[in-house]
């Protein structure tokens, strides 16, 4: 019969954790995490067929810390890979296509007030739109129009762009 030193254990249970930590910063899809839960399991087997003092106990011990840590961590991985990929949903990169109401006059060369995302921005039009009127005055879009989000210029100042069509009440927005 052989007899497996309790070294072989321990060292088994110190990779099942190094496997652990070693997981959480890899993108690996759970696969040392398995191989962490299976390490800790062989190494409190190894602890028992070494005959240690209270082995069952400690085998028992680390079931459990394997299945909570294995739980654990596959539920972690499991949520952040499904963030991955999706935009920004705060601060101004969450704000890039949003739409809101004009609430002071938005003109290419002078700012107006915008509500988006329920604060008021100042905002100014990201390029002129065509209008029929005369070519003398600035292109401004109206109070109570809505206006898409494109970007942001100096000083944090909104860049908008008109959601309807000029002189056509038709609505850009296809969502």
Same mark, same amino acid.
């Given at each position: 019969?052989?007899?497996? =030193?309790? %070294?072989?254990?321990?060292?088994?249970?110190?990779?099942?954790?190094?496997?652990?930590?070693?997981?959480? =910063?890899?993108?690996?899809?759970?696969? %040392?995490?398995?191989?962490?839960?299976?390490?800790?399991?062989?190494?409190?087997?190894? %602890?028992?067929?070494?005959?240690?003092?209270?082995?069952?106990?400690?085998?028992?011990?680390?079931? /459990?810390?394997?299945?909570?840590?294995?739980?654990?961590?596959?539920?972690?991985? $499991? @949520?952040?890979?499904?963030? &991955?990929?999706? $935009?920004?949903?705060?601060? &101004?990169?969450?704000?890039?296509?949003?739409?809101?109401?004009?609430?002071?006059?938005?003109?290419?060369?002078?700012?107006?007030?915008?509500?988006?995302?329920?604060?008021?921005?100042?905002?100014?039009?990201?390029?002129?739109?065509?209008?029929?009127? =005369?070519?003398?005055?600035?292109?401004?879009?109206?109070?109570? @129009?809505?206006?898409?989000?494109? $970007?942001?210029?100096?000083? $944090? /100042?909104?860049?908008?762009?008109?959601?309807?069509?000029?002189?056509?009440?038709?609505?850009?927005?296809? =969502?």
């Amino acid at each position: 019969m052989m007899v497996i =030193s309790p %070294l072989i254990g321990l060292i088994l249970i110190l990779l099942g954790i190094v496997l652990f930590i070693v997981d959480l =910063s890899l993108t690996n899809h759970g696969l %040392l995490t398995a191989g962490g839960i299976v390490t800790l399991l062989a190494g409190g087997l190894a %602890l028992l067929g070494a005959g240690v003092p209270y082995s069952g106990v400690l085998l028992g011990a680390i079931v /459990v810390v394997a299945m909570v840590m294995g739980g654990v961590l596959m539920g972690l991985l $499991g @949520s952040l890979g499904t963030t &991955k990929g999706r $935009g920004a949903l705060t601060g &101004k990169e969450g704000m890039i296509g949003e739409v809101g109401m004009v609430r002071r006059a938005v003109g290419v060369e002078t700012w107006g007030w915008v509500f988006v995302h329920g604060e008021l921005w100042r905002a100014e039009l990201a390029f002129a739109p065509e209008q029929s009127g =005369s070519r003398e005055t600035e292109a401004v879009v109206g109070v109570g @129009s809505k206006v898409r989000v494109v $970007g942001f210029g100096e000083g $944090g /100042v909104v860049q908008v762009v008109p959601v309807e069509l000029p002189g056509r009440g038709l609505d850009r927005d296809v =969502s």
